[in-house]
């Protein structure tokens, strides 16, 4: 029994001695699973850090995206209108009960709010990809029908490729949209996953958008392969045209630079065989001519269509015209001679005489109807009108019932002036007329090799004999005396400034000269003994000759 005793005790001991040892062991092992979930949970809390730094730097980037943007105010508006839809029905509800008008002030003016928030996001309410879906209108392609036709079908080539382009931009701009929402998804997944379906909401709307960007995606690239085709359709298309245009405005370019050599040719053949000089200007004349109008002949049938047609309607307007407005018909005849004959242009100082009246000026106009010119300060101001700075508007057809001078025609840049002065019968005239062109030499000798220069270039258009341009003195015996006539060359511009330096001059040298003496009318009493004798003379006679 003491045995038995025994033995239960001794196990009893050992027993215990192993529950104390497996209680030790199981304390030990918490403390190491504590440990070990402390190290998960800062890694866990660290990593949701760190998502949430990529997310944040993820929302900025997408903040800058224009499409997400627009998407953005195109959800923002619709969740104002239904806040709106909602707001309106519960006014309506709290208007039958009359004791909560305090609430329905709050709500009338919580939906003006929101009207006027609605009214600044109206521009979202269509969907924002509908330019993606709906691309602009191909504009239609120009009808190329000659050179000039050419630079207008470039410009639109250019016009193709930039909508093009803009196309292409906005469709990669939503592809990185899209890619930034995907990346934005998988981070709010992994944070969704860490912090135990927190995000579980704002996934599923994230989702849906990523699914609405997708599909927009789709449809925005093959619209836009189909509207490339299109594009590139037109620019094939405009792009043959300029090309059969460029090839006939060379072949046209071609012929009228063989026709120029030929010209060229013809002319030198004319100089070269002809001695008479007015023979040599006509033939060249008749060489111009043709020359022009087989250039007209050629560009007329080359890009007008139906030449015979235009010319019967031309035809028979002309003569309606003729008949109803004779003068303004008339006009625009002599508005086509001068244009076309390049007697008068802009600029050109002109002298008009028309039912006594003359007017000099600079012509400041050409149109259909009339010549404008502004009359300036000239000689003939001075000794005809006595006034000057008018401008005068004279119709295009006096050019073939009146004269009109042309006083720096072809780039004459020269006139001739001539200044007159009378000397007693027993004055050195000889010694008058030296001083007068030693004068005249001084002054105008820079005029003169203008004019010289000018009017050799003009020997190749017009038939010119005599082109001696040096300062002429001319001596005539006059009823009151001799007449020194001086003639030189001058500014067409401004005759009366050396007019008056050259005349100023003269007339102090003559006055320094005891030889020459001024005239002009006079009268001289001469008297004899038996006048003086038989009449008792005034005490001074008066005499008016100097």
Do not use: C
Request: charged share 25%; hydrophobic share 40%; no cysteine.
């Amino acid at each position: 029994m003491l045995r038995v005793l025994l033995s239960l005790i001794v196990a009893f001991g050992f027993s215990a001695a192993e529950i104390n040892k497996s209680a030790i062991g199981e304390k030990n092992l918490t403390q190491a699973q504590k440990e070990a979930i402390d190290q998960a949970q800062q890694r866990r809390i660290k990593r949701i850090e760190d998502i949430k730094k990529q997310l944040q730097a993820l929302n900025e980037e997408l903040s800058k995206n224009i499409w997400i943007k627009k998407y953005e105010n195109y959800k923002t508006y619709y969740k104002i209108n239904n806040e709106l839809k909602a707001v309106e029905k519960e006014i309506k509800r709290i208007k039958r009960y009359k004791r909560k008008k305090a609430l329905l002030k709050e709500l009338e003016a919580k939906r003006d709010t929101l009207k006027n928030q609605l009214e600044l996001l109206k521009e979202y309410q269509n969907s924002p990809f509908l330019e993606l879906l709906k691309p602009q209108e191909i504009p239609q392609a120009p009808i190329i029908k000659n050179p000039f036709d050419i630079v207008g079908a470039f410009s639109y080539i250019k016009q193709l490729g930039s909508s093009k382009e803009y196309y292409a931009q906005k469709l990669q701009d939503l592809e990185s949209a899209l890619e930034l929402l995907k990346k934005r998804y998988n981070l709010l997944k992994q944070l969704n996953e860490l912090e135990k379906g927190k995000y579980e909401k704002e996934l599923k709307a994230l989702e849906k958008e990523i699914e609405h960007f997708t599909d927009t995606l789709h449809t925005a690239k093959e619209t836009l392969s189909v509207y490339t085709r299109k594009l590139e359709e037109n620019i094939l298309k405009i792009t043959e045209e300029i090309k059969i245009q460029s090839e006939k405005a060379a072949t046209i370019a071609a012929i009228i630079f063989g026709l120029f050599i030929l010209s060229f040719i013809f002319k030198w053949i004319i100089r070269r065989y002809i001695q008479d000089n007015q023979r040599a200007y006509m033939a060249n004349k008749i060489v111009n001519f043709n020359f022009a109008f087989l250039i007209i002949m050629i560009l007329l049938f080359a890009y007008i269509e139906n030449v015979s047609y235009l010319v019967t309607i031309l035809g028979f307007a002309s003569a309606g015209i003729a008949i109803a407005m004779k003068d303004m018909f008339m006009s625009l005849l002599g508005w086509m001679v001068i244009v076309l004959g390049g007697s008068i242009h802009v600029g050109d100082r002109i002298k008009v005489k028309r039912n006594g009246l003359v007017y000099v000026g600079d012509v400041i106009d050409i149109s259909l109807l009339r010549m404008t010119i502004l009359e300036d300060v000239t000689l003939t101001s001075y000794l005809e009108n006595i006034r000057s700075g008018r401008v005068i508007f004279i119709p295009n057809n006096y050019i073939f019932t009146d004269l009109i001078a042309n006083y720096t025609h072809q780039g004459l840049k020269t006139v001739w002036d001539s200044l007159a002065f009378n000397i007693t019968y027993d004055s050195n005239h000889k010694k008058a007329a030296h001083i007068a062109k030693e004068v005249a030499r001084k002054y105008a000798k820079g005029y003169t090799d203008i004019a010289r220069k000018q009017l050799n270039k003009l020997r190749s258009i017009y038939h010119l004999k005599n082109t001696n341009v040096d300062v002429r003195v001319y001596t005539f015996a006059e009823e009151y005396g001799i007449r020194v006539s001086l003639w030189y060359m001058t500014n067409s511009y401004a005759t009366l400034t050396l007019r008056s330096t050259i005349s100023s001059e003269i007339i102090d040298r003559y006055l320094q000269e005891p030889d020459i003496k001024l005239t002009y009318p006079a009268q001289k009493v001469v008297l004899t003994k038996d006048d003086i004798n038989a009449k008792s003379l005034p005490n001074e006679l008066g005499e008016s000759e100097t």
